[in-house]
């Protein structure tokens, strides 16, 4: 068998554009033969694979794990490229098995998520594999791992898994003791998707730039200088009553805050109760969105 060289290497990336892992691999399984290596990469479907990855997968799900007492919990979103694709079985396992991976597995980045092993096998390598059998470009967007001493995670996916929250509870008591109150909080979590946890976790710096912003306008509308900064202050107030979650509405009683549901739950549960973090993804959420419509992409196809 011919020795595998970094030239050889080269000159099937060029002739092929694939990485440079897959053409090695792909030399080392023919010989060294190039024009072999690139049938290999062809017919074992990652040509097909990179071929996808330049179509805009902005579908997709989410799916989130937790170990047995929710005092960990992960959530994966995966893109795929048409919402058709996101209710196929196969991709579906393949989604709950990335977020098992992400909370039993150590990783910080979403490259070394890539790098991880998945069964034997790295976890960008079973990707590169499901988009050539599955047929749709797909990428695996982010992860989150919560893990703090003294949590219970529970969570809640909407619309069969386009919105996944996880919300953090400190507390002394069982995960299923506050199960309840975690769902309902991870429900207004889902719905009204709140940018920070309480008042105290906005950063001065969002403050100061959304009073900018807001005096401005104040100032636009014609208001006279000398009285915008308490017209702002006012504003401020009641959008922070909109970013928050412990300050909004609770969605299932309008009369209360979230922090007044919790604080009634925990009292009649006899156990303290206070929510300290959340997770909230939503799948697509700023990607750009395919314009083409079902009708149009056949058309597509059937011009090639």
Not at 83 to 96: A, C, G, P, Q, Y
Not at 101 to 130: C, N, P, R, S, Y
Not at 210 to 234: F, H, Q, S, T, Y
Not at 263 to 291: F, P, Q, T
Request: charged letters at 35%; one cysteine or more.
């Amino acid at each position: 068998m011919a020795e595998v060289t970094a030239k050889m290497v080269k000159e099937l990336r060029e002739m092929t554009g694939s990485g440079m892992m897959d053409c090695k691999k792909a030399l080392v399984e023919v010989g060294g033969d190039i024009n072999k290596a690139a049938d290999w990469l062809r017919e074992n479907g990652i040509l097909k694979a990179q071929k996808k990855s330049s179509r805009i997968a902005a579908e997709g799900l989410v799916r989130m794990e937790f170990n047995d007492d929710h005092t960990e919990a992960a959530m994966v979103e995966v893109n795929s490229e048409t919402d058709f694709v996101s209710k196929n079985e196969e991709f579906v396992e393949f989604v709950e098995r990335l977020a098992k991976q992400a909370l039993d597995k150590v990783q910080d980045t979403i490259d070394d998520f890539l790098e991880g092993d998945l069964d034997g096998t790295k976890v960008k390598d079973v990707l590169t594999e499901k988009i050539a059998k599955i047929g749709e470009n797909m990428n695996i967007r982010r992860f989150a791992k919560m893990k703090d001493d003294g949590v219970k995670y529970i969570g809640y996916l909407h619309g069969g898994g386009r919105i996944g929250a996880i919300v953090g509870l400190k507390t002394e008591a069982l995960w299923d003791e506050v199960e309840q109150i975690g769902k309902d909080v991870a429900m207004q979590i889902a719905s009204m998707a709140p940018k920070f946890v309480s008042t105290a976790d906005v950063a001065k710096e969002w403050i100061e730039k959304e009073k900018e912003i807001l005096k401005e306008a104040v100032i636009n509308e014609g208001k006279k200088p000398e009285i915008a900064d308490r017209i702002v202050e006012g504003k401020i107030q009641k959008e922070l009553k909109e970013v928050c979650l412990t300050e909004q509405a609770f969605v299932k009683d309008g009369d209360i805050s979230v922090k007044e549901y919790v604080a009634n739950a925990a009292k009649e549960l006899g156990k303290d109760v206070e929510i300290v973090s959340m997770e909230r993804y939503e799948v697509g959420e700023g990607l750009e969105k395919r314009e083409e419509d079902f009708a149009a992409e056949v058309a597509a196809q059937m011009n090639k």
